[in-house]
């Protein structure tokens, strides 16, 4: 059996059938297009997070990244994840979402502002960037100029990642105590 040539009229039914499909659905296939595209393939991934108490935070947060990550050549924006007036763990979808789409390979390298809006607690702190280190991803801090997988900056984050191991410890020391 020869394999069937697609005739205009096919074409045209597969055109009206994808105008039916909602903004969402659209969007979503043209990202995934985007990203596996042979434009992308050589190029880092890029990610941001911004975390802030009114939309203005981080929309401002957001525009400074992007306006940096728009001047590489190298690089391709690939999502802007954020949370707005969140500051427990659980509730920070926008911080959740971005984690597990870096662990599943889907970004490079993550840009953030502020150590400090990554995460307040030194503890999840060292938890994700371990998590983040070991699968290859970078996490940039745009105002301390620090980089996750760069050498020279991992010595700080280790000690960073010391400090909250012992913090951890002295709090679970201190609730056995009660």
Excluded: W
């Amino acid at each position: 059996m020869k394999n069937k040539e697609i005739t205009p009229a096919v074409y045209m039914r597969t055109e009206a059938q994808l105008s039916e499909k909602s903004f969402v659905e659209q969007r979503t296939e043209f990202n995934e297009a985007l990203v596996s595209s042979n434009s992308v393939i050589n190029k880092k991934r890029i990610a941001i997070y911004a975390r802030g108490i009114t939309d203005e935070s981080v929309n401002r947060q957001t525009e400074l990244l992007q306006s940096d990550i728009a001047a590489m050549e190298s690089a391709v924006l690939v999502g802007v994840y954020y949370d707005i007036g969140s500051k427990k763990q659980k509730k920070r979808c926008g911080f959740l979402k971005i984690i597990s789409d870096s662990l599943a390979g889907k970004i490079d390298e993550i840009q953030i502002t502020k150590i400090r809006r990554f995460t307040q607690s030194r503890y999840y702190f060292g938890v994700y960037i371990r998590k983040l280190t070991k699968a290859g991803v970078n996490v940039h801090f745009d105002n301390e100029g620090l980089d996750t997988l760069n050498p020279k900056h991992q010595v700080f984050l280790a000690l960073m990642d010391k400090a909250a191991k012992e913090a951890s410890e002295k709090q679970i020391n201190k609730v056995k105590s009660l």
